[in-house]
């Protein structure tokens, strides 16, 4: 999804991710710049890297 379709669709972006468990990727001129994820799969993440 696009940075400024991200803007305009931010609330649902939010809630897929917090209801539905989606990641939505946000791209900049079609390359991925970020992600929306889901909290457990953020802490999840955050998790292997304290164990590095």
């Known amino acids: ?3 400024a379709d ?5 609330a649902e972006v ?4 917090a209801v539905r ?3 939505t990727y946000i791209t900049n001129r079609g390359r991925r710049i970020a ?7 953020a802490e999840a993440a955050e998790q292997t ?3 590095r």
């Open 1 to 3: 999804m696009s940075v």
């Open 6 to 10: 991200a803007r305009k669709l931010f």
């Open 14 to 17: 939010l809630n897929e991710a």
């Open 21 to 23: 468990g989606r990641i």
């Open 35 to 41: 992600a929306v994820v889901p909290v457990p799969l």
């Open 49 to 51: 890297q304290d164990e």
